[in-house]
């Protein structure tokens, strides 16, 4: 199954979802004493491996982190080569002065906001989802 392509499908059915808790990017030089069930994301860059994951996990593992997320998935299944879904929705956010930071999995997009902002993307996301793609137009 290879996910919906149609921007306005995709906008009209994402569904935005607030999972519960703090999420933070940790980096680290290895994942061998990172428990597996713990991560949400990780990827390996040059400088080490980043990891998502809870904050109460990062601080059991005295792990350093700067920010403080949230985390939003939407629910429609995107297709991993679907225009133009990332970019609408990061527009709308970034006229509101919310940055966001996005992992592209195989059937979902997931949006980490930072948590103070958290009630104010749901909201942006909702509307766009409502309104359709030229809701916030460039």
């Excluded at 979802?17 to 940790?26: D, K, Q, S």
């Excluded at 400088?47 to 997320?69: C, K, M, N």
């Amino acid at each position: 199954m290879n996910g919906e392509t149609n921007l306005s499908t995709l906008l009209k059915n994402m569904e935005p979802h607030l999972y519960e808790g703090e999420f933070v990017f940790c980096t680290v030089p290895s994942i061998d004493y990172i428990d597996l069930q713990e991560v949400i994301g990780q990827f390996k860059e040059e400088e080490g491996i980043t990891v998502i994951i809870p904050r109460s996990y990062a601080d059991s593992q005295d792990l350093p982190y700067s920010f403080v997320a949230s985390w939003i998935k939407l629910k429609v299944h995107s297709s991993l080569d679907a225009v133009g879904l990332t970019a609408a929705f990061s527009t709308a956010l970034a006229k509101e002065g919310i940055s966001c930071n996005v992992v592209a999995a195989y059937y979902h997009d997931h949006i980490f906001v930072n948590k103070s902002d958290a009630s104010r993307a749901m909201d942006i996301l909702k509307r766009l989802s409502g309104e359709g793609p030229d809701l916030f137009a460039v």
